[in-house]
């Protein structure tokens, strides 16, 4: 898991803390698209709802050198959500996550 995109986006951060192997049950999302860090994942994230969390799995094989591993975060690890962008003229909402975030 040692690409540049992951680098630059923290994903190897939100791994160490956060990685799973375990697809929790819950509302499922497909083909979605997120920000982390400086990384945009365009339409290759699935996207879980549940008790737990949030769990978020990017890749199938749209992502350069293959698929991420996964992460559950806990809704704890939520704090005060503000607007933000994706993409210009695209509103999104921007959540930190951790402390310090």
Known sequence: ?????????GWDNLVQKYGTAIVPVGTKFTSQTIKVGAVRYRWCVTAVLCPQGIYLNIGGG???????TPVLIPWSE??????GWLYLGWPAIEIPIGDPK
């Not at 749209?62 to 991420?68: A, C, T, V």
Request: glycine share 4%.
């Open 62 to 68: 749209l992502i350069p050198l293959g698929k991420l």
């Open 78 to 83: 939520f704090k005060a959500k503000t607007k």
């Open 1 to 9: 898991m040692n690409n540049i995109f992951v680098k630059l986006s």
